[in-house]
């Protein structure tokens, strides 16, 4: 097994977690709180056949408590425009529609969100927040994966997370145990020649090991996917809220340098 090294970018410098504002508008905006060391994450969410609510609750309170970034969440995505998303970093799908067919987020958004990735920022998903909007090339290029025909998963379980490849995104994290959805036979709908997976668990039910992190260029810009991250609880596991840091930071930026010190110590979040 192969962990990662560090490769943190020389200079960075993390601030005191920025006071940010909650609200029942499309987008709640925290702008004003960030610091000139501090991304900008806008969360995309609003409909999910998982905990939602709590997962992005837990998203959000990981997020600020590293000290390295200022959250935003809309429930809307579909009346994102250019403008709307130009200030941020990184944009994080907590996102699907199951059961309510597939519905796209429409022409605006859609070309907002690819412009967005291609000049450079970048796009992230976590668990099932890839697995929606099949038929948006870009979309599910950029993220690598989605539930698709042969996807499953068995009953929650503990397994073992390594690192078959070492990159910024996995560096200064060791092999960790969870407890989580274990999927297998990920889809890959509109594969990219840049698609790299960095993280696998074995699966006992096919025997081999399983993607579980994957990362991806776009343009000038990056998509990550975590496909870890079930509920709250999953996300509270220091080596899984660790990893999909990273992977948020290295979409946003194509480094990493957030203090894994900070994330670790927040295993337990109030």
């Not at 000139?36 to 837990?58: A, D, M, R, Y």
Request: proline letters at 3%; glycine letters at 10%.
């Amino acid at each position: 097994m192969k962990t990662g090294h560090g490769l943190a970018t020389v200079g960075c410098i993390l601030c005191a977690i920025a006071s940010v504002a909650t609200g029942a508008s499309a987008v709640d905006d925290s702008s004003l709180a960030r610091q000139p060391e501090q991304l900008s994450v806008l969360i995309i969410t609003g409909s999910n056949n998982h905990e939602w609510k709590s997962t992005t609750k837990e998203l959000r309170q990981a997020c600020e408590q590293s000290g390295r970034f200022v959250v935003d969440v809309t429930l809307t995505p579909e009346t994102i425009t250019a403008d709307s998303i130009a200030k941020y970093d990184v944009l994080v799908s907590n996102w699907n529609s199951f059961g309510k067919g597939d519905p796209r987020w429409g022409k605006t958004a859609e070309k907002a969100v690819e412009e967005f990735v291609r000049k450079g920022k970048g796009l992230a998903a976590f668990h099932a927040g890839s697995s929606s909007l099949h038929d948006w090339v870009a979309f599910q290029g950029i993220l690598g994966g989605a539930w698709a025909k042969g996807t499953g998963h068995g009953p929650r379980s503990s397994f073992t997370v390594t690192f078959p490849i070492e990159h910024p995104i996995t560096a200064g994290i060791k092999g960790f145990e969870t407890s989580d959805e274990l999927w297998y036979n990920l889809g890959n709908l509109h594969p990219l020649d840049s698609r790299k997976v960095l993280a696998t668990a074995y699966c006992e039910k096919t025997k081999k090991q399983e993607a579980v992190a994957l990362c991806t260029e776009y343009g000038k810009g990056r998509g990550f996917l975590l496909v870890l991250g079930h509920d709250a609880k999953a996300l509270q596991n220091a080596g899984t809220r660790e990893l999909l840091l990273h992977g948020i930071e290295w979409a946003a930026t194509g480094a990493v340098c957030v203090n894994n010190d900070k994330i670790k110590s927040g295993e337990k979040i109030q």
